[in-house]
């Protein structure tokens, strides 16, 4: 955490001198995700040093729908130099079978970790390794009532890849980091973007992971998402999700009954994840997206809504 007022021109223009001076001519390597945060390093490091950021992005299967085609486009548009990566497959592969969240966590940083290390090691010459590390990931993963759920973004770097850390934002708050973007050019698609966990829907498909249970939650979470675009509310809210419960309740379809999964909707406020509160939405609206997804989603019969803040529940459901 930084001491004293935030002034986002100031950050920017003094990160962009640091990271020059103390990167040189060397090749630094960033994995994006898409998120707002390695968006931002990545253009704070593209002024700083040009083509010798090497980007690379892993799809790991558990983005949002269309999400890989739509980033990988406007990263091209601000000139990075990012290698875009398919590995759906070895990460449903690892998470087979596991039903923890925190052990989902680990398989799928395991695998990222993996999959990142081949593509890095394709990078010759490679320095450093930028990461989108803020405050709060470190405040987090370091409380000393112990682990609340391990961040995978925070302390994953294996050792064998002999790379140093750049983490231009580690002392800043989410707000922050926006602001910078927005000095940056950033444009509003990354900029309004909802925070996005690293394990991606992995932590929104409760039990195991599957790519049937995924892809009913992509379809599930755009119909959400669309909504809350086209109401307006998207931009007033901090973070939505939508949730894949793999638990069957009966229903009824034009007479005929039915046995599928149930979806929650999740809708807070927050400044920086350490608290949030629940956004009260119009009963309209919400009543509008259940008949949406109910409607367009097979596999789903139910749809609810959660009421619950943080503290006592968490952001995530796993
Ligand atoms: P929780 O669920 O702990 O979430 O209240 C707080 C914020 O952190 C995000 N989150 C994660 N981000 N890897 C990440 O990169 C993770 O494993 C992870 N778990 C939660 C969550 O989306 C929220 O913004």
């Not at 940083?109 to 405050?135: P, S």
């Not at 405040?139 to 391990?150: F, L, N, P």
């Not at 009966?250 to 608290?275: M, P, Q």
Request: charged content about 25%; glycine content about 8%; overall charge negative.
């Amino acid at each position: 955490m930084h001491n004293g007022t935030f002034i986002a021109e100031e950050f920017v223009a003094s990160s962009i001198k640091e990271l020059k001076e103390s990167l040189g001519n060397d090749i630094v390597i960033l994995g994006l995700s898409g998120g707002v945060d390695s968006s931002v390093v990545a253009l704070l490091l593209h002024k700083a040093i040009g083509t010798n950021l090497q980007c690379i992005f892993v799809d790991h299967g558990l983005l949002r729908k269309n999400e890989f085609e739509d980033v990988m486009e406007s990263y091209k548009k601000f000139g990075l130099n990012v290698k875009g990566v398919r590995a759906a497959d070895r990460f449903f592969e690892a998470c087979k079978g596991i039903t923890d969240p925190e052990l989902k966590r680990k398989a799928i940083g395991k695998t990222f970790i993996d999959v990142f290390n081949e593509e890095a090691r394709k990078v010759e010459n490679a320095k450093w390794l930028a990461q989108g590390t803020i405050w709060p990931d470190i405040a987090e993963s370091h409380s000393d009532k112990g682990t609340i759920k391990s961040h995978h973004n925070v302390g994953g770097l294996p050792e064998e890849m002999h790379l140093g850390l750049v983490e231009p934002l580690k002392y800043l708050y989410k707000f922050e980091v926006r602001e910078a973007g927005k000095v940056l050019g950033l444009d509003d698609y990354f900029l309004g973007r909802h925070p996005f966990p690293g394990p991606g829907l992995g932590v929104r498909c409760l039990g195991e992971i599957t790519p049937e249970k995924i892809a009913i939650l992509q379809e599930a979470d755009k119909i959400w998402t669309d909504n809350l675009r086209e109401a307006g509310l998207y931009e007033k809210i901090w973070q939505a999700a939508a949730i894949f419960v793999p638990v069957k309740t009966t229903g009824v379809t034009d007479g005929c009954r039915t046995y599928d999964n149930v979806i929650a909707l999740r809708a807070v406020n927050s400044k920086d994840a350490v608290t949030a509160q629940v956004v009260p939405l119009p009963w309209e609206f919400l009543d509008k997206v259940q008949n949406d997804i109910i409607t367009n989603v097979k596999g789903v019969n139910r749809v609810v809504f959660d009421i619950s803040s943080k503290p006592q529940a968490t952001i995530e459901w796993e």
